[in-house]
């Protein structure tokens, strides 16, 4: 699978504009997103919610979504936002649910970065 792919499979619009950030280069654009795979952030929010850690959750969400950002990896993106809003706004009941949908997605560019040549 070639990086164009990825995106395509992710049902991400945007690839053109990712791939500009990049300076057209997608071989750049692909190491980028093959580190993704090593990048601690996911493991760090999910030990957060599980501790209860309300500053972890904040911190680490917001980290993931400024990441997912930069990859173009809109959905994880949004899906992050919603979860940082919630801890601000002080809806921790909603923490769960928002969390789920940000493993979900998450799990799903994994599986899909690691179908990459």
């Known amino acids: 699978m070639e ?14 504009a990712v791939k ?8 750049l654009l692909a190491k980028f997103v093959v580190k993704f795979l090593q990048d601690p952030t996911f493991q760090n929010l999910e030990g957060s919610v ?12 917001h980290t993931l ?7 173009g990896f809109c959905i994880l993106q ?7 809003d919630c801890i601000r706004s ?3 009941d909603q923490i769960p649910e928002l969390f789920e949908r940000v ?15």
């Open 50 to 61: 599980n501790e209860g850690d309300r500053q972890g959750i904040e911190m680490n969400a």
């Open 78 to 84: 949004s899906v992050c936002a919603d979860l940082v």
């Open 20 to 27: 500009d950030r990049f300076c057209g280069n997608e071989n």
């Open 103 to 117: 493993k979900n997605t998450y799990t799903n560019i994994i599986h899909v970065i690691e179908k990459l040549d």
């Open 65 to 71: 979504k400024g990441v997912a950002g930069n990859l």
């Open 3 to 16: 990086i164009r792919n990825v995106y395509e499979e992710l049902g991400q619009e945007n690839y053109s």
């Open 90 to 92: 002080g809806n921790d």
